[in-house]
């Protein structure tokens, strides 16, 4: 039997993920400033049907770490990689008032006009093309206008943080230092990740040719 553990991957860069660990909560936000202007339509016009004052979102990925998703959603090197216990994160959100959590849903144009939707599938909908990021997202309803909406959670849900494969080497042990020094945080583990450059793989390969 494995024992690896399931995880939802949480991009982010070091500066957010200070302030997360150091307040020991999540935060959704308004998902307006996102990139995929079909994702903003899709979540102002569930909102404004559901006469809603508050939509909040937070997005997550099931998909193990890979060159595109550094790239796309921690691109520099102060990029970290948030590896949240898959049933431990679960739990906790689902135990919010006011929050949803479900896998986003991937749909192509023609299957879309095709399809039935129920209104309540509209904020875990996106276009087939980002298949490959295995979303999971968190949103947040209220009759109440909230700017963002915070969710206190314990550290020991969160399996270990990954450091940008292109953070400088010998930045690594300082940045790991500033992470541990966090109050509850000193037995967190953090590596950098060899997405980059991998020791086991090169030698593997060398061996081989």
């Not at 049907?49 to 193990?64: I, S």
Request: glycine residues 2%; hydrophobic residues 35%.
């Amino acid at each position: 039997m494995s024992n690896k553990v399931e995880i939802f991957n949480r991009y982010t860069d070091v500066t957010a993920l200070i302030d997360i660990l150091s307040k020991k909560r999540m935060v959704l936000l308004n998902p307006n400033s996102w990139d995929d202007n079909n994702d903003v339509y899709f979540m102002a016009s569930y909102k404004e049907k559901k006469k809603l004052n508050t939509l909040l979102a937070l997005c997550f990925t099931t998909k193990y770490e890979t060159y595109h998703h550094w790239s796309v959603f921690a691109p520099s090197s102060s990029g970290v990689c948030i590896r949240y216990k898959k049933s431990e994160l679960k739990q906790c959100l689902n135990a919010v008032d006011g929050v949803k959590f479900k896998p986003v849903i991937y749909k192509e144009i023609k299957a879309l006009q095709d399809s039935k939707l129920a209104l309540s599938d509209v904020p875990f909908l996106k276009r087939y093309p980002y298949k490959d990021e295995e979303e999971y997202r968190a949103i947040y309803e209220s009759d109440s206008t909230h700017v963002i909406k915070e969710i206190p959670f314990d550290i020991s849900i969160i399996d270990r943080i990954v450091l940008s494969p292109w953070l400088p080497d010998p930045l690594v042990e300082t940045v790991k230092k500033i992470i541990k020094d966090i109050d509850g945080c000193e037995n967190l583990q953090v590596f950098k990740t060899t997405l980059l450059s991998n020791t086991v793989w090169k030698n593997t390969l060398e061996k081989l040719i």
